[in-house]
């Protein structure tokens, strides 16, 4: 079946350390890929998106994330981690052809220790 | 970036009645707009896709008598919970969406308690 996972409910990591978060997508072609960060009181907020090209793409707030289609990944990485980055983190995708409707992993709650 | 906001933030309604969410787009047209759905510690289920000027589309499962969806203008969107009841008690979250930047731009969602 068709999804997008994200495979780590929960990650903690430490003020400064590196942090990675996981999503894998299974579809028959590759889709646009976005991700997502959604903090309380907010609207989910934009990180960066991918639709074609190079497959490293920045995002806003230190953010990347590296597609590879041999292994149907787009992993978002932060070099150094800010106690403000703890939210939850969701990946998502629009299948080229569906309508604009997004597709949503399961998200990632991330917390950070000071 | 392109601004949604969603009215109101948190409603509290009895059993039985109906309640009305909006959804605007304030510094850019939204020809297409989306509603979400997302339960306590889950992700963003779509309920329906919100055309201007024309009905709004349903994912399966979703009721479309409970759950009325319209889009009158390019900036407003609205959804409607008629006969409210517990178990519609969620977080409601729209979006809209931009055409020419291929992205969605997310309200700030709606939480629905109904007693």
């Known amino acids: 079946a068709q999804s997008v996972t994200q495979p780590d409910i929960h990650i903690t990591v430490s003020e400064g350390a590196s942090l990675e978060l996981r999503c894998n997508y299974s579809y028959g072609a590759t889709p646009y890929l976005f991700w997502y960060v959604q903090s309380p009181g907010q609207g989910l907020q934009l990180l960066l998106k991918y639709f074609s090209g190079d497959t490293l793409v920045q995002g806003i707030k230190g953010f990347e994330a590296e597609f590879k289609r041999s292994q149907s990944s787009f992993n978002l990485r932060k070099p150094s981690v800010h106690w403000s980055d703890a939210a939850e983190y969701f990946c998502?995708?629009?299948?080229?052809?569906?309508?604009?409707?997004?597709?949503f992993g399961t998200g990632t709650q991330l917390k950070v220790e000071l | 970036g392109a601004v949604v906001s969603q009215h109101p933030s948190w409603v509290i309604c009895k059993s039985g009645t109906s309640v009305k969410i909006e959804c605007r787009s304030l510094d850019f047209q939204a020809t297409t707009m989306f509603w979400y759905r997302q339960f306590p510690k889950q992700s963003l289920m779509l309920m329906a896709t919100?055309?201007?000027?024309?009905?709004?589309?349903?994912e399966q499962g979703v009721e479309k008598d409970k759950f009325l969806i319209n889009h009158a203008s390019l900036t407003l969107s609205t959804l409607t919970v008629t006969s409210a009841h517990p178990e519609d008690s969620s977080f409601y979250i729209c979006s809209g969406f931009r055409g020419r930047s291929d992205i969605q731009y997310f309200g700030a969602g709606t939480r629905l308690s109904v007693l």
């Open positions: 998502a995708v629009v299948l080229t052809g569906g309508g604009n409707k997004l597709t």
């Open positions: 919100s055309n201007e000027g024309s009905k709004a589309t349903y």
